[in-house]
């Protein structure tokens, strides 16, 4: 067929054009100003090309008040139509998350540009499940380095997938340092950061060293006296200015904070910092761990905690403890997200 095409470079194929469209004007697009264009003869390839290509075209049609569907064969069509956002006049849902991770690698929680956060990790799973980007707000900002045993999260979406779904979906996505422990439709005006009513943290210190360890806890090779740390400890907690226990502080800065309990446990080689308060201001919790590890070391007295809460100067303070020993253990609500049923033998478990 090329070499008969080739034969006739000339020739010229007539056909009538459409009423309502401009006459021709030029060589290039016909011969006459007349009801005649000029027709090449590989338009007949292209139109052969446009043809072929018009059922993958209908394929790829969208639902009303949907995306654009997959060309794709059922499968994927199927798999688009389960994870669609929904219509847009679809109710809007809040879902609560709780996450478990491991900091070591992160660059902490919040979104930063060019780092691997946790939010980020989330937030691009769940792009994936839902088609689309939805932004996740958590109960706090964790620093870098440092874990989460529960860390209760939000999102708002008008899915009509049901929230062991998404969970399901999520679990499989997540990279391995993090994991959905819990996932449910909450109650409406629920918020993970606003309606935090205290939060608890945990803080691993161990007695020697254990390279399978090392990246959660902190490894002290000095002895500790755990019962002057738990007297340092109990003068902590109560309504404190924790303004000496501040990573920076700046005019106008809040830094009364409830501490509702405060005190020290020993669990095998290790012993564990808990302290649990309405709120925290930056890096406190570590500040307190390397504070109440001078007192163990006998640098400082236990009775020196109170006046050093009064001097509100971080200078006076013991040093800050690492990143990697502190946990985020737990949030409370004044009202929990509500759970839907799920299918028989799904679980809230963590897997090993």
């Not at 609560?96 to 540009?113: A, C, I, K, M, S």
């Amino acid at each position: 067929m090329a070499r008969a095409l080739g034969e006739h470079r000339d020739l010229v194929l007539l056909r009538p054009a459409r009423a309502d469209r401009e006459e021709p004007r030029s060589l290039r697009e016909g011969l006459h100003r007349g009801r005649h264009r000029a027709v090449r003869p590989l338009d007949f390839l292209h139109a052969s090309r446009r043809l072929a290509a018009a059922p993958r075209a209908r394929r790829g049609r969208s639902l009303p008040g949907r995306g654009p569907l997959p060309a794709g064969g059922g499968r994927e069509r199927r798999e688009a139509l389960l994870n669609q956002e929904g219509p847009t006049d679809a109710p809007l849902r809040i879902f609560r998350l709780d996450v478990r991770y491991d900091g070591t690698d992160f660059d902490g929680w919040q979104v930063q540009p060019g780092r691997r956060t946790v939010q980020g990790e989330i937030e691009a799973a769940l792009a994936r499940v839902l088609q689309g980007r939805v932004p996740v707000i958590g109960s706090g900002r964790t620093d870098a380095g440092v874990h989460a045993l529960r860390q209760p999260a939000h999102f708002r979406s008008r899915t009509a997938l049901p929230a062991w779904k998404i969970e399901r979906a999520l679990r499989g996505l997540l990279p391995r340092d993090v994991f959905v422990v819990a996932l449910a439709e909450a109650e409406g005006g629920f918020h993970a950061r606003r309606g935090a009513r205290c939060r608890s943290y945990v803080y691993r210190i161990l007695r020697g060293r254990d390279p399978l360890l090392r990246r959660t806890v902190w490894e002290v090779g000095f002895p500790l006296d755990l019962a002057r740390m738990e007297e340092g400890a109990a003068r902590i907690a109560g309504p404190i200015d924790a303004t000496s226990f501040a990573a920076s502080t700046r005019k106008g800065m809040r830094n009364e904070v409830a501490v509702e309990a405060s005190g020290w446990r020993e669990e095998g080689s290790q012993i564990l910092y808990e302290i649990r308060a309405n709120r925290f201001v930056h890096h406190m919790v570590r500040t307190i761990v390397g504070t109440l590890v001078e007192v163990g070391r006998g640098v400082r007295s236990p009775d020196s905690i109170p006046a050093l809460l009064a001097a509100r100067d971080r200078r006076l303070a013991g040093p800050t403890a690492p990143a990697r020993g502190l946990y985020l253990a737990d949030v409370a609500y004044v009202s929990a997200g509500r759970a839907e049923p799920r299918p028989e033998g799904e679980t809230d478990e963590v897997l090993p």
